[in-house]
């Protein structure tokens, strides 16, 4: 709250004044105290997620969940502050030589495991050496292969511990990613005790699952974990930094957002990550509830099997290994329409893959697809995809063409499959729409060149990115098809020696040319169609916990982005006499246009903190009429803070919402959906 006085000024008090208000100072403090006071360490912070909560090994993560849990347990090399800049984390300060292929990363003394054991280079040493080993095995990578290319996108070639006990790492070639590089550093004495395969291999034999309590060096580390269901972390008694206000963080699994959402409005979560479009607009006008709208840094897309049913591929038929099929069937795709009636309006039509979050690097087509039926089925007659006399599409065997249309269970897109399905059928097309156990999706989704059959046609799903595009970039080259990230299967040389341009590029205008070069290629082959940049939905109370701060401030959510400032940033509501930081509001930018936020203010929600017991109620109102006589302040109420942009985030799929059946019309198109 801040007066109206103007600074430097302050009112005169007579003698009468003073008494009354040195009264009122000695009977504030046993009001408060009145008004049901609690010990000022028993805060649990209770976060809801839709995603499964399935592993405690940063190796195995996948979803914005995986991300979430072992970024506030372990620390970084390097973290990210508020404003998504590097800060001390593991190491304190950090340098590099004059060709930027020497960089040294002093780390930061006095550090203790939770377990007591100190946390020194060697831990450091060890986790990145470990990548670098298994890029060499027969492994290729460790676990999900999320982590690995943070390291191998940035040429790291060498690591070892100085003398003084600094990390320095040698890289093949200039490169700014280490400063990215979103890899946890372990404690050595923990997981030098399992191998490559028992670290990185679900399926080996004494596979390290990783059990609470966990070792780590963030703030919170996990005590107690049931798979599926929950995780519940407690400070980290050798944190290095000061003590977050949460005594105790708990995430809790729920298998759709309409419970989550009720257990936000009943006060049993505190914070909900992804709710429904419907949900997300009516939980605006919910007492003590504020909600947060971060525009999109990923998308939601439309895969497609680029190699069709030949070389040990499954797909149903060998037109989608043509890029001519391909590029037609996106002219039947209405973006703008699933954006207006699936999100209701939270997010934008998509283009390239590199979305319009990353202003700096994201470039719209030359050639872009817009939505015309007519234009579909000219290019596909021209490609001779002919129509027989019932009016559907043949492949150039004679087939009918009928794609199967799949999405994981840990998200809902039945409503896109639905609008997709009735635009294909316009151009003569059916569509087969099912949803995929998430794990057998993964098995079908797997190329030859993984053990895997590609035994599939198109699916929907999607992908997080970075603020550097490159984890964005690299999903599509070539070498990424073999660990089965690169499941479309896309291949061009061209792709390949352009990402290993920008990838060595250190000026920065260089870089950007590569990259949009990059983009018109990954557009014009259609490998994948982006249907759309989606609105990150959060929402958490303001009763219990103050001091909600977006990362970054205008752009973003307070939870679920990059560390974990957002948790150390909670204050006590009922402790703090203004509400949380005010957050800006930014207006998510039209198709192809920067993402410029321009900040303003909502009216603000309950600010009253909690305080709210008859007797604290009548002793402020005597108070407030005492001090009212003599000293007249005008305040101003805190912002609702509510976001239209987009939270920080890392590249891996995933975001849970309701299972559902296999698809059939009729489906209701609320928007209650939304991915990692």
Not at 16 to 36: E, F, K, N, W
Not at 432 to 446: H, S
Not at 505 to 512: H, I, K, N
Request: proline share 7%.
């Amino acid at each position: 709250m801040r007066s109206s006085i103007a600074a430097g000024t302050r009112p005169r008090l007579g003698p009468s004044a003073r008494a009354l208000l040195a009264a009122m100072l000695l009977v504030a403090p046993a009001l408060i105290m009145a008004g049901g006071a609690r010990a000022a360490d028993d805060l649990i912070l209770k976060v809801g997620t839709d995603q499964k909560l399935e592993t405690l090994n940063p190796w195995a993560s996948v979803t914005v969940a995986d991300y979430e849990i072992f970024q506030i347990q372990y620390e970084m090399l390097v973290g990210f502050d508020n404003n998504l800049q590097p800060t001390p984390a593991f190491a304190d300060r950090w340098t590099e030589n004059a060709t930027k292929t020497v960089h040294t990363f002093h780390i930061r003394e006095g550090l203790k495991w939770s377990d007591g054991q100190p946390a020194t280079c060697e831990d450091a040493r060890y986790t990145y050496q470990l990548i670098i080993d298994a890029a060499a095995s027969n492994l290729g990578a460790l676990g999900s292969g999320y982590l690995d290319p943070y390291l191998l996108n940035a040429g790291v070639k060498t690591v070892a511990c100085s003398d003084g006990g600094s990390l320095v790492v040698t890289t093949d070639f200039p490169t700014t990613l280490l400063l990215q590089a979103y890899v946890p550093i372990l404690p050595k004495h923990i997981w030098s005790k399992y191998t490559l395969d028992q670290i990185g291999n679900s399926e080996a034999t004494g596979y390290f699952v990783n059990n609470p309590p966990v070792v780590g060096s963030g703030p919170y580390v996990v005590v107690e974990w049931k798979s599926g269901e929950f995780i519940r972390m407690a400070r980290n008694p050798n944190y290095w930094g000061k003590p977050g206000v949460p005594k105790e963080i708990i995430f809790q699994q729920f298998s759709g957002a309409d419970t989550m959402v009720q257990a936000l409005k009943s006060g049993e979560l505190d914070y909900v990550r992804g709710t429904g479009a419907d949900q997300f607009d009516a939980l605006k006008k919910e007492p003590n509830i504020a909600t947060s709208e971060g525009f999109s840094n990923g998308y939601t897309y439309l895969s497609m099997n680029t190699r069709g049913n030949t070389g040990g591929y499954n797909a149903s038929t060998s037109a989608l290994a043509d890029q001519k099929f391909r590029d037609a069937i996106g002219f039947a795709i209405d973006r703008q329409a699933l954006v207006d009636k699936v999100l209701n309006g939270h997010g934008v039509p998509g283009t390239t893959h590199i979305p319009p979050y990353q202003a700096k690097w994201h470039v719209e087509p030359a050639r872009p697809r817009t939505f015309n039926i007519a234009e579909a089925n000219s290019r596909l007659d021209a490609a001779g995809y002919a129509k027989n006399a019932d009016g559907k599409r043949l492949d150039k065997e004679g087939k009918v063409i009928t794609l199967r249309l799949t999405w994981p269970d840990s998200e809902d897109h039945s409503a896109d499959a639905q609008f997709i399905a009735g635009w294909f059928q316009q151009i003569g097309i059916g569509v087969d729409a099912f949803v995929t156990e998430e794990g057998k999706l993964y098995e079908d989704l797997a190329g030859p060149e993984s053990g895997g059959k590609a035994n599939w046609d198109l699916y929907i799903w999607g992908w997080t990115g970075d603020p550097d595009p490159m984890s964005l970039l690299s999903f599509f080259t070539t070498d990424q098809i073999k660990p089965a990230i690169n499941d479309s299967f896309y291949s061009n040389p061209r792709y390949d020696e352009l990402f290993k341009l920008q990838q060595r590029a250190t000026d920065e205008t260089q870089r950007r040319t590569y990259i949009a070069e990059m983009q018109q290629l990954f557009y014009d082959a259609a490998a994948y169609q982006i249907l759309y940049y989606d609105s990150e939905l959060h929402a958490y109370r303001t009763d219990k916990f103050a001091g909600w701060v977006n990362q970054p401030p205008q752009n973003g959510t307070p939870l679920f982005g990059y560390g974990y400032s957002g948790y150390m940033a909670l204050t006590d509501a009922k402790a703090t006499p203004t509400p949380g930081p005010t957050v800006a509001v930014a207006t998510a930018p039209a198709s192809g246009a920067p993402a410029t936020p321009t900040p303003t203010q909502a009216p603000s929600g309950n600010t009253s903190g909690g305080l709210s017991t008859p007797v604290l109620i009548g002793g402020l109102v005597v108070i407030v009429v005492l001090v009212g006589g003599f000293v007249l302040l005008r305040r101003r109420g805190g912002a609702s803070q509510e976001d239209e942009c987009a939270p920080a985030a890392r590249p891996r799929r995933g975001r849970a919402a309701d299972p559902s059946s296999r698809w059939a019309s009729g489906i209701s198109l609320d928007g209650s959906r939304r991915r990692g």
